[in-house]
């Protein structure tokens, strides 16, 4: 076909031509403007939260073979899924009620019921079905996670508030900061023998103490900035994201959780600034972008797992014990906390979505033993896909059914015209 090209025209056109980012930079935005018109269509005709919308995008992708996240995560993919996480679990530091905790003590309790019935629930269920203990303790271990970043979703797109919303909220962020101190400790010890007390809570230490240097840093670094610049300022706002990043990479690379520090600093930054701030709207913007890639990884990803039939079982029996570990957890501790136990029921329903702090986890674990980890992330993949999706609805059918919800669960195409209407006028 060249030869029908002159020769003059072809060189012309080469000293025009310049290396651009290349067609994987195509692809992914490609795929997250396809993400973002999937979510606004799955919210607007089906009623349910723009992260399934997402998901759905993913998994079509990640089946389809798409070899633009590798397995175990690294590089840029893995420092992305990082960021998006730890600008997750700083807003929900910032929201964690301390004061809440000492004036409700059962609170508490219900936290850690529940994420020690999911553990103990998980890990004996896979040991009777004959999966080793290395690989049920760290499965049981991601378990405990309830993802924050899936619930802070739904909670945006279904309007929702209340003592159902606010509590399952705080017990995810809860759950969250227990298995990232203990998943990032353990995925140091797989490979290693048996080992006593002292040498299993060394790796925790270190890892919890990096983590709150790093968090405190971020946290006098905001309030300091804070002091001389408004909370609603543009360049505040990307001064906060620039500090979240910065300590993102300095977690990770000093042997901390890159999510756990962002969630510490979160939690100190609200004790120092008495002062109440809301979530500036120009970084809302860029961790929406940043969050819709995540869940468009996360799913990738998790896509890529084993479905064979004999890992179904074990996947299956992972997700209910799971769901019914966490409803227990809640309700067993119900008594005395300030809600019914229909509430309570509900809170545990909302508390079962898995996403990206899980498959960060696991892939802490198969990066640490290539042998293990593929059995672990066997089982973890499939599950956090599963879950990403149906955890999603399920927490969406719990804010609808306790009544938390501030807009109706009807799909635009069957809404009624004067709903279509009042829509219309809150957009």
């Not at 690294?74 to 807003?91: H, K, M, N, P």
């Not at 999706?389 to 919800?405: D, M």
Request: with cysteine; charged share 10%; glycine share 10%.
């Amino acid at each position: 076909m060249t030869s029908f090209i002159p020769a003059d025209l072809l060189g012309f056109w080469a000293e025009w031509v310049r290396p651009s980012a290349g067609l994987p930079t195509v692809l992914w935005s490609l795929l997250i403007a396809a993400a973002a018109a999937s979510g606004h269509l799955v919210q607007r005709y089906m009623g349910l939260p723009k992260v399934v919308g997402y998901a759905i995008v993913g998994t079509l992708v990640g089946l389809a073979g798409f070899e633009g996240a590798v397995w175990p995560l690294q590089g840029i993919s893995l420092f992305l899924l990082e960021l998006g996480v730890a600008i997750v679990l700083f807003e929900a530091g910032g929201r964690l009620p301390l004061r809440w905790f000492r004036h409700n003590p059962m609170l508490l309790l219900q936290s850690l019921l529940e994420s020690a019935l999911t553990y103990f629930g998980v890990f004996w269920t896979l040991q009777w079905l004959g999966v080793p203990e290395p690989v049920a303790n760290p499965v049981a271990l991601i378990a405990i996670v309830a993802s924050p970043a899936v619930l802070s979703r739904v909670v945006m797109d279904t309007g929702a508030s209340g003592p159902v919303t606010e509590r399952a909220l705080t017990l995810a962020t809860l759950n969250t900061f227990y298995a990232l101190a203990l998943g990032y400790a353990q995925a140091g010890l797989l490979e290693r023998g048996p080992a006593g007390l002292i040498s299993k809570l060394y790796p925790v230490l270190v890892v919890l103490g990096v983590s709150f240097v790093v968090g405190a840093v971020l946290a006098l670094a905001m309030r300091s900035a804070l002091r001389v610049m408004s909370p609603t300022s543009e360049n505040t706002s990307i001064l906060l994201l620039a500090l979240i990043g910065a300590g993102a990479a300095l977690a990770a690379h000093f042997g901390g959780a890159a999510p756990l520090a962002a969630l510490i600093g979160g939690i100190l930054l609200k004790q120092l600034n008495p002062k109440p701030w809301a979530w500036p709207r120009q970084l809302g913007t860029a961790a929406s972008l940043l969050t819709m890639l995540m869940f468009v990884l996360v799913s990738i990803v998790a896509a890529q797992g084993d479905w064979s039939m004999p890992v179904a079982s074990l996947v299956l029996a992972v997700i209910g014990v799971r769901l019914v570990a966490k409803i227990a957890g809640v309700a067993i501790a119900n008594k005395g906390s300030g809600t019914s136990w229909k509430q309570a029921f509900w809170v545990g329903c909302a508390m079962s979505p898995l996403s990206s702090i899980a498959l960060l986890i696991a892939s802490n674990f198969a990066s640490a033993s290539p042998l293990l980890g593929a059995m672990i992330t066997q089982i973890t993949l499939p599950a956090i896909l599963l879950m990403e999706v149906l955890g999603a609805v399920l927490a969406t059918v719990a804010v609808h059914a306790s009544g938390e919800s501030h807009r109706p669960w009807a799909p635009e195409a069957f809404a009624r015209p004067e709903e279509r209407e009042s829509r219309d006028t809150q957009r």
